[in-house]
C-alpha cells in the first residue's frame, strides 16, 4: 500500500535541509511512500511552521514528519491532531507540553548534548588550564530544545577549561547574518574572544566570518551539521570543525519507524546515531 507522507522542514535555504529532503526523495521507493514537502515561506520561522502544519492537517496525508523549529512552536497544532499520526524527529517538542497527544509520535535520532560536547572538546583540545580570555556559546532560538542540549553539551566540556564566569551565551536563531552580527559587535567589546562554539554550521559560518574581518588572533569556531561550506572552510582550514550525523540513516530510520507503527502500532526501538566530528588539520 503506497503512503502519502507529509514531511514539515524548517526551511529551504539551508543545504542540511536540502540534503535531507535529497534523501527522503531518494529512499521513498523502499518503503513505497510518496513525500510532499513543506517549510515555513519565510524560512526559519516558528510561527509561519505552526500555520503550515495546521494547513497540512487538512490535505489527507497519512502520515506527517515533521521537524519544530522550537520545543513549542508545534503544540497547539499536535494536541488537536486528530487521527493524524505526527512524527517528531528529534524529537524537538517539550515532552511535557505533548504528554498525552494521541496522534504524537516522537522519533529520537540523536544526542543533542553529547554533539554539542564533541565539538566543544575538540575546540578546546589544545587549551591549557583556566586560560586567559572568554569563550562564547551561540545557541540557536532560545527555546529550540536541540539547540539547548548542543549548548549544554558545549558548556559542560568548556567549563573543565574555563572558568564558567568567563563563558558567554548568546543567540542568533540558526542564522548567519545574524551570528556575524552578533559576533561582530561582541568582538569589538572583548577582543581576547578564544574560542566559539554554534549551534549549528550556518551561525559557525556567520561567525566565522565576523572574526575573519577582525584579523589578529583568530579563534578557532566550530559548528554542528557538516553542511558541504562549512566542510569546505574545515577543509581550508578556516573553521576549525564541525560534526554530523549522517542524513541517509536518519532518513531510514524516521520510514521504518512510519512503516512499523503502520504495521504494529509501534515504533522503533534503534539505538542513537553517533556524531561523526570533521577536524581541520594540523
Known sequence: MTRRIGILLCDTDNPFWREKREQYQRLAPLWDV????????????????????????????DAIVINPLSSTNLVPVVLHAGGTPLFDVGPKCDAAAVAGAPGYHPVPVADFREQGRVVADELVSGFGKNPAGWALILGGFRDAMHSEARCRGAFHAF?????????????????????????????????DMRVIFCANDLMALGALQAVEERGGCIPPVGGIDAIPEAMEAVRGGRLFCTAGIVQEEVVRLVYGTIDQWFGKGAGLGNPLLPPVVYRRKG
Do not use: S, W
Open 34 to 61: 510518496i513525500p510532499e514537502f513543506r517549510a515555513p515561506r519565510a524560512g526559519n520561522d516558528p510561527e509561519e511552521q505552526r500555520k503550515v502544519l495546521e494547513e497540512m492537517m487538512g490535505e489527507g496525508y
Open 159 to 191: 567549563a573543565k577549561v574555563f572558568p564558567q564566569d568567563r563563558i558567554l551565551t548568546g543567540y542568533a536563531d540558526f542564522c548567519r547574518k545574524k551570528a556575524h552580527g552578533f559576533v561582530h559587535g561582541l568582538l569589538a567589546a572583548l577582543p
